[in-house]
C-alpha cells in the first residue's frame, strides 16, 4: 500500500516518518505554504528520543501535482477538523488507476481529534476509518516534528466508521505497528475519540493561557470535562472510561526529553504558536457547546473556551497572552448571567 499523509503537520509528519524508518518505500506527503517548501527542499526532520532523522520522501502541495491516483493508495487525512471539508472535497473526486474516484474506491483514515470528520466523510467516501490519535507530538518550525514518547510515539486506535473492522484496518495496522505506532484494530473507534474528545477540552485552556498544569487550570479542565461527560451522557453517546484508557495505554509510553529542548504545548497551542490563524476549538469545545443545545444541558464553560480560542486564533496572539485566572473570571461570569 501506498500511504498519502493529507496534512503533513505534527501528527502527520510522525506517522509518515515513522512508515519511512520502518522501511515502508511508499509515502508521500502533502502540506502547504511554509511546511510545502521546507519539506520540499530539506525533507521532513522527525526528532525523537531514539535520535533524529531526515527522510527525503515525495511531497506535493495538492491532489493535481501527484496525477491519477493508485488503487493501492491509503489516504491518511491529518489535517485540523477545521480544513477537512476543504481537503475532501480536493481529494475525493480525483481519479483512481483502472477507473473511478478516491471517493469511491480508496480508504480514507481520519487520524484527527474531535469527532466531525468521520461524519463529513462518508457524505462523499464510500469508505472511512476513525484513528483515535494519541501521539504527543510538537510541530511549530516548518519541516520539524518532534515526537518526545518512548519506546513508541503513540497509539493509534482504529477501526471502520461508524463501527467494524477489515482486512485493510489490519493492514494498516501491521505497517504502523513496524513504526514504533502501537495500532490496536477495535471495533468500537469512535467510543475512544470520544472519549478522546473529553480530555481534548482542555487544549484551549492551554492554548489561550500557555498553563495546563496548574491547580486553578486543572480545577477549570475538570469542569469543562464534567460538562462533556454530562453532555455525551445525555446524548447517549458511549465513551472508554478514564480507567480504560489507562489500562490501555499502561507504561507502553513514557515522555523522554531530548536536545534539552523543554517539550511544547498540546496541537492547539501549537496553532497559535505557528500563527495558523485558524484552531480546532468549534470542533473540541465546541463539539460539547453543540451536543449540549441539542439535548438542553447548558456549557458554559466550553461556550468560553471555545470563545476565546477562536478569538486568540483570529487575532493572531501567541499561546498564553491570557491567564487562568481570567478564563476562569469568564467562565464564572457566563455562568452568573
Given at each position: 500500500m501506498r500511504y498519502i499523509i493529507i496534512g503533513a503537520g505534527a501528527v502527520g509528519g510522525v506517522i509518515g516518518g515513522r512508515l519511512a524508518q520502518a522501511g515502508h518505500g511508499d509515502v508521500v506527503l502533502v502540506a502547504r505554504g511554509r511546511q510545502y517548501e521546507a519539506l520540499r527542499d530539506k525533507g521532513l526532520r522527525v526528532e525523537t528520543p531514539d535520535g533524529a532523522r531526515t527522510h527525503q520522501l515525495p511531497v506535493v502541495d495538492g491532489p493535481e501535482a501527484l496525477g491519477a491516483l493508485r488503487a493501492d493508495d491509503v489516504l491518511i487525512l491529518a489535517v485540523k477538523t477545521q480544513d477537512s471539508a476543504a481537503a475532501l472535497a480536493a481529494w475525493?473526486?480525483?481519479?483512481?488507476?483502472?477507473?473511478?474516484?478516491?471517493?469511491?474506491?480508496?480508504?480514507?483514515?481520519?487520524?484527527?481529534?474531535?469527532v466531525e470528520s468521520e461524519r463529513l466523510a462518508l457524505r462523499t467516501f464510500q469508505r472511512v476509518y476513525g484513528m483515535c490519535v494519541?501521539?504527543?507530538?510538537?510541530?511549530?518550525?516548518?519541516?520539524?516534528?518532534r515526537a518526545p514518547g518512548a519506546p513508541i510515539s503513540g497509539m493509534l486506535h482504529l477501526g471502520r466508521y461508524p463501527?467494524?473492522?477489515?482486512?485493510?484496518?489490519?493492514?494498516?495496522?501491521?505497517?504502523?505497528?513496524?513504526?514504533?505506532?502501537?495500532?490496536p484494530v477495535v471495533d468500537d473507534v469512535m467510543?475512544?475519540?470520544?472519549?478522546?474528545?473529553?480530555?481534548?477540552?482542555?487544549?484551549?485552556?492551554?492554548?489561550?493561557?500557555?498553563?495546563?498544569?496548574?491547580?486553578?487550570?486543572?480545577?477549570?479542565?475538570?469542569?469543562?470535562?464534567?460538562?462533556?461527560?454530562?453532555?455525551?451522557?445525555?446524548?447517549?453517546?458511549?465513551?472508554?472510561?478514564?480507567?480504560?484508557?489507562?489500562?490501555?495505554r499502561a507504561d507502553k509510553i513514557r515522555f523522554e526529553p531530548f536536545d534539552g529542548a523543554p517539550r511544547g504545548g498540546g496541537s492547539s497551542?501549537?496553532?497559535?504558536?505557528?500563527?495558523?490563524?485558524?484552531?480546532?476549538?468549534?470542533?473540541?469545545?465546541?463539539?460539547?457547546?453543540?451536543?449540549?443545545?441539542l439535548h438542553g444541558v447548558p456549557t458554559p464553560v466550553n461556550d468560553v473556551l471555545q470563545e476565546?480560542?477562536?478569538?486568540?486564533?483570529?487575532?493572531?496572539?501567541?499561546?498564553?497572552?491570557?491567564?487562568?485566572?481570567?478564563?476562569?473570571a469568564a467562565v464564572d461570569a457566563r455562568r452568573e448571567s
Open positions: 475525493g473526486p480525483r481519479p483512481v488507476e483502472g477507473g473511478g474516484t478516491a471517493a469511491g474506491r480508496l480508504p480514507l483514515v481520519c487520524a484527527q481529534n474531535g494519541w501521539l504527543p507530538a510538537t510541530f511549530v518550525e516548518p519541516g520539524v516534528v463501527s467494524g473492522t477489515d482486512e485493510t484496518a489490519r493492514a494498516i495496522s501491521a505497517d504502523l505497528e513496524k513504526g514504533l505506532l502501537e495500532a467510543r475512544w475519540k470520544y472519549a478522546k474528545l473529553l480530555a481534548n477540552l482542555a487544549n484551549a485552556i492551554e492554548a489561550v493561557s500557555g498553563v495546563l498544569i496548574s491547580d486553578e487550570a486543572l480545577a477549570l479542565f475538570r469542569r469543562a470535562r464534567a460538562e462533556g461527560e454530562a453532555v455525551l451522557d445525555a446524548a447517549g453517546v458511549a465513551y472508554a472510561s478514564q480507567d480504560e484508557e489507562k489500562a490501555a497551542w501549537q496553532s497559535l504558536q505557528r500563527g495558523a490563524g485558524s484552531i480546532e476549538a468549534d470542533y473540541l469545545n465546541g463539539e460539547i457547546a453543540l451536543l449540549g443545545r476565546l480560542a477562536n478569538e486568540a486564533a483570529r487575532e493572531g496572539r501567541s499561546a498564553g497572552e491570557t491567564s487562568v485566572a481570567d478564563l476562569v
